[in-house]
């Protein structure tokens, strides 16, 4: 048995590292392919034409001819503007065929391109460009289709992961809340007495002013983590950009700002609704058909994906989350929504685990961030790596 390694450099490169994952799970029902317009798009903007701000590279294995696992590389800075502030490494995008070695030889080479870029830390599956984005490794829960923008992968990953000698960085759970479980009217009453005690209130974006909330949402994020974190928020430039853009395909009554009654922004979720009902029918494949089909269905769809959930630091602990998702209540049950993914959370997150667990949330899949570090023997194989 041959294995190989081949940077992707082409576009057929590109193709093949696209269309080796469809193939992988191609009799797999639960499995809801990327788009393929946009990964190809972003893969060729990364890798062709150099538009990326960090060093970036991903490679494909081949056995016996035959493409048999991909990955992805690239840096961010970890906790920046802090003193401990640290260029590492992220991967994303692994698949592979059921072999140890195979893998192996992916992780080696990813040993070897971090080591070289002067990085002796690196973590996956992770996008450091949006980490809310199809983060860790599915460990738990393969009996359920993934929702919009998480992980689906193979049972057998985290064996490979641990055999490879990987650590768990973190723990990420995903929550199933049953909207017919909520005590809507004992809970809407709670809440507002936490409103009229904390002094704020809750409110839908507004589509007609979104520079003003982009700012608020970016202020939110700011003031609401520690230095600790790898990532630093995004600019409001890009949320803006995001709003906008994607404003044929958002809801702006899922998209949730708390406030003091003077006017600080204090909390921010956002909630989008489950398109992988849809992207299910398209194959991977948009087009304009596709594009048609999800505009008409978007009114159709039955869950929804609480993806993000941030309180400023002196507000936490005071209802404000819990307060946001009370707004949701009513305007699911108008559009048929069943029940409520809301996603993915730090296992250690106590206060957002508890917010959510006492509107009835239980734990249906458990995703692992592994991380490596270099210093530890790289991963070997019998088989001898050749650069294809």
Known sequence: MMITIKKIETKRDIERFI????????????????????????????????????????????????????????????RPGTSTEKLQGAFNYFECVDDQDVANFLFGVADEWFTA??????????????????????????????????????????????????????????????????????????????KQRFRFTVDSVDPNNVPKEAKDIITCMENSIGDDWDQRPPEPEKVYELLDSWRRFLDFDYIKVARTLEGEPIGFTMAVPNFNEILARLHGRLGLFGLLKLLYYKKRITT???????????????????????????????????????STIGMTNYKSRNAIEKLGGKIYKVFRMYDRKLSVPAATSTQTRQDA
């Open 19 to 78: 269309r080796f994952g469809e193939r992988l799970y191609r009799h797999d029902p639960l499995y809801i392919p990327l788009l393929r317009t946009d990964l190809r798009r972003d893969l060729f903007k990364q890798l062709l034409h150099g538009k990326y701000d960090q060093p970036v590279a991903a490679f494909l294995a081949v056995r016996d001819g035959k493409p048999a696992g991909r990955i992805w590389l690239t840096l961010f800075l970890a």
């Open 117 to 194: 870029q002067g990085v002796d830390y690196y973590y996956g599956n992770v996008n450091p460009k949006d980490p809310d984005d199809s983060r860790g490794i599915l460990i738990d829960g393969f009996d359920v289709a993934p929702v919009t923008m998480c992980v689906y992968n193979k049972s057998y990953y985290k064996k490979i992961f641990d055999t490879a000698g990987f650590g768990m960085n973190e723990d990420f759970v995903s929550y199933r809340i049953a909207l017919d479980d909520i005590p809507y009217d004992r809970y809407r009453d709670t809440i507002d007495s936490l």
């Open 304 to 342: 929804v994906r609480a993806m993000i959930q941030t309180v400023t630091i002196p507000y936490q602990g005071k209802g404000v989350i819990n307060a946001m998702y009370a707004t949701y209540f009513d305007l699911f049950r108008k559009r048929g929504v069943s029940w409520v993914d809301a």
